[in-house]
């Protein structure tokens, strides 16, 4: 699985569960995939910007989320005693630790295609650079109605 891809994949699969599936599968399934949302963290949430369905909205709200404050010292995963609301939106995860990973995926300092509109960053030099760091080519996501 592609890092950048998890922040949507697990919590769409535990709502397709819980819409398709009685109420006791839904709940044993939803319990032990819960614990395994660590890339949930404030340090790896940033990940998701390099999935291609995630909309450039969704996109730019978690470049502005990347400004804000963390809640923690230092986040490595959610709190286990902590449930995680999976109907927040991806920006509400992110904080300024969001930004670390992007930030080692390149020398720069701050990834430039962070300052352009996320509607551009497919063309940018700089998002493509980063993004075959975590997409190997061959590997990119099929188009949603193809999967």
Known sequence: MISAYSAKNDPDFITDVKRI?????????????????????????????FDDRISPGQKAEMVEGMKRPS???????????????LNRPLFAFCSVWSMQVLKSLQEASKPTFLELSPETWNTDSCFKCAKNELVPEGHERLPQNEE
């Open 21 to 49: 599936c009685d109420d006791g599968v839904a709940s044993v399934t939803e319990h032990a995939l819960r614990r395994h949302l660590w890339y949930l963290s404030q340090n790896l949430i940033g990940l998701a910007i």
């Open 71 to 85: 809640t923690t010292k230092n986040p490595r995963r959610p709190e286990s005693n902590t449930p995680i609301n």
